[in-house]
Structures are given as structure tokens and as C-alpha cells.
């Protein structure tokens, strides 16, 4: 699929139909995304460079811009000199920004085409904040979706993690986003009856939709994440809001390559008899349609700060067992049976397993591997997985008593736990299997 090793990887949806001028504005994101490529490489060939993190540190002291997701590092005499991204890479922007202006000129619809502008706008002054808000405003989603510009997914070490240049460019999937909006309005009256507790941030607004996604690129086609929940910033998430992203064909590769070979290899000839592919797709999609949802019901102030380097790990897996609480919400409701909350589960497993035995020790992988980690150890503690000839059990009934167990651990740890509370549990639940 991508074979040079590029960070791009081009899907082919079946596409709507469309009018001339939509043809021409889907054509020039498509051309505008892959122009993120040759940065990313760029940030792939920065992230080798090694500055002392203590350095780091003491310098930011006198140049607060060194922290800043949104400058490049380097090295000139000896000292730490940070460069904002959109004047580092200001020559490979320009043209980008170009491609965003003349669809922004061409389509039809009007709220989009402001987005656009302001986008494009943003990656050459860095006015990134302002183009958050403009994509957060659009009322109705409209049929075609971008993201493009430097993201901060928090998947870097905090001290100085730095925002990761992507791009994506998908056709909104109606049916899905309209079941989408509706796992939120259930799961987000559950959230506020029975779950909020003190000191969350709320978000401006919650937005949801699921896309077919046309092209990943940069740190998107790294990663092939089947879904984001975008900003992380609290602050911005406060102010304006946030935006909930599903991708329908990301999803459904990492379901062929990781969960049905790990479900083949992990259970029993009965086991699997029960469970059909289409019920593993589907679940996963489920799975991760919670998982980015209860992100929007995770917000605390100063998480990142107390828990540190551990923060991504804990909060990851927060969001993946409130996910699966909250789908008890959903059986509750008879929005989904019995069967589908339980291949949510089984794919979740073998999504674990499969991180638990990848061993890949890249950012953020690795903090997925570690929550997956303590997740299989916690079910394994509680009797609630089983063991046995390289086989594994599962007593549904017992998973979703721990479910509610290790939820409330996680988020006291994210509500008001230290880098040590993080430490210790993180301790306790890598012990038997790891
Ligand atoms: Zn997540």
C-alpha cells in the first residue's frame, strides 16, 4: 500500500455522486494532503536529533517558546534555538496553503469554504487556535472533510512534545455519523446523571461524525488511527469544543491485520464459532466509537502536568473502559444487544494481545501497549480472563464487574493522582503477564 516507506496511504471509497465543482474541491485536498508528506519527513528527521531533555528544561526558562507543540528544536552554537513551524517549513506550506484558498474559492458550501481560508491562513501565520474554531463552528457537516496542519495528540513525551504534521481527507458517511450522534446523546445524558464528578472540564460542544477516508498522510498514515477525538488541549476544548473523527477503512485494516488473526490464534474452536468477522469489524468499530466519545467525558485540568510522561498511557485506557461502561448505557437503551456489547469486548481483547505481543516500542504505540498491558492484567487478577494451553477464556459477566472496578481507579488517577499514584498502579497490574 505504501511501499517507499512514505507516510501516505490513499484509500478508494465508493464516492457519492458529485457535482463538477465538488469534483474539483475533493481533488485539490486530495492534492493538498499528500503535500504534507515531504514535512513529515522533515519532523521524522528533526525527532532524531538529541536534545538533552534537562536542557531543555533550563533553556525554556529563558525562551518560553521552546515549549511551544508548534516550533521546530535546533542546535546553533551550543544553543537551543526554537523556529515556528510555519516559518521552518514555510516554502513546503505555501503551496498547500494555495490548494486550500482555491477550493475554499470553489465550493458550494459556504461555512467550509470559510474553514478553508482560515485553515489556510493559519499553517503560514500559525494561527492554529483560530482555525480550530472555524471547523468546530460548522453547523451541519458538510459532505467532504479535512484535517490538515500540525496536530497535538499528546503521543509525545510532555515536556517538549511536539505537535506532528498530518493530514486527512474523507467523505462523510451519513448512516454512520447519524448512529454516532446517537451513541453520543445517550452516552452524554448517562455521563451528566450519573458520572460527572468535580473538577472536569466540559467541552463547548461535542461534535461527531464518521468519515470514508480518501487519504492519511504524515503522522496519520503512521499511526492509522481508526479514530480521534481532536483538540486535547483543555483550554481550547473549553472555549470552542470538540470534535469526535471516525475512519471507516483505517478501521476495517486494523481489524483484518491485528484482531481477526490474534481472535484465530487466542481462542477456542467453540469460542470462535460464536463469533462471526462482520461481529469483530463491527465491534471494533463500536469500540473505538466509545472510546474516542468518553475522551470528551475524561477532561480534567492539569492531568497532563500531574502524571507526566505516564499521562497518555492512563488516559488512554480510561477512555477504552469508560468506552465499554458506557456501552452498558447503550444495552440499557436496546441500542445495541447483548452479542454486539460482547464482540466489543472480544475485539478489545485481541486488540490487546495484539499490542501485548507486537512489542513495537515506538511513540504512541507504546502507551497503547502499556494500557493494554494492564488491562489483560487486571482481567487476568480478577478471574475474569482465564488462561489455559495458550488459550484464553473470557467470563463476560466477571469483565464487566472489573470494567466498573478499574474505570473508577483510572480516573482517580486522572482526576487527582501524582506521577507516583500512576507509577505504583501501573506496577501492580504489569506484574503477571507482561
Ligand atoms: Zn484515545
Known sequence: MNKNNLPLIEFNPKL?????SEKAVLELLVEAGRLIVPIYLEQEKQAKIEIDKKEIEEES????AILSPYTALEKVNGEIVATPYHKKYAGLLKPIAEKLTKASEITDNKEFGKALKIQSKALLDGSYEEATAAFLKIESPY???IAIGPVDHFDDELF?????YQAWVGILD???TERLNNYKSVTLSARRHALMSKGMVEAAIIRAKVLDVVLFSGFMARTRFAGVNLPTDTNT???YG????LFNQPNDLRVKEQIV???NKIFSRGFKEGFSQEDLRRGYLRSIALHELAHSYLYYKNTAKNLKDLFPSINELAATVLGLRLAGTLLLKDRINEKQLQSMIVAFICRSFSLIEGRRNTLPLVNYRLGGLIYINFMLQNGALKQLDNLVYINFTKVFVSLHELSSMLENLLAHGTRMDAELFIKKYTTLYS
Open 16 to 20: 457519492p455522486k458529485l457535482s463538477n
Open 61 to 64: 526558562q529563558k525562551d518560553p
Open 143 to 145: 459532505i467532504f472533510d
Open 160 to 164: 517538549f512534545g511536539k505537535a506532528s
Open 174 to 176: 451519513m448512516d454512520g
Open 237 to 239: 476544548i473549553e472555549k
Open 242 to 245: 470538540a470534535q469526535v473523527t
Open 261 to 263: 488473526p490474534t481472535f
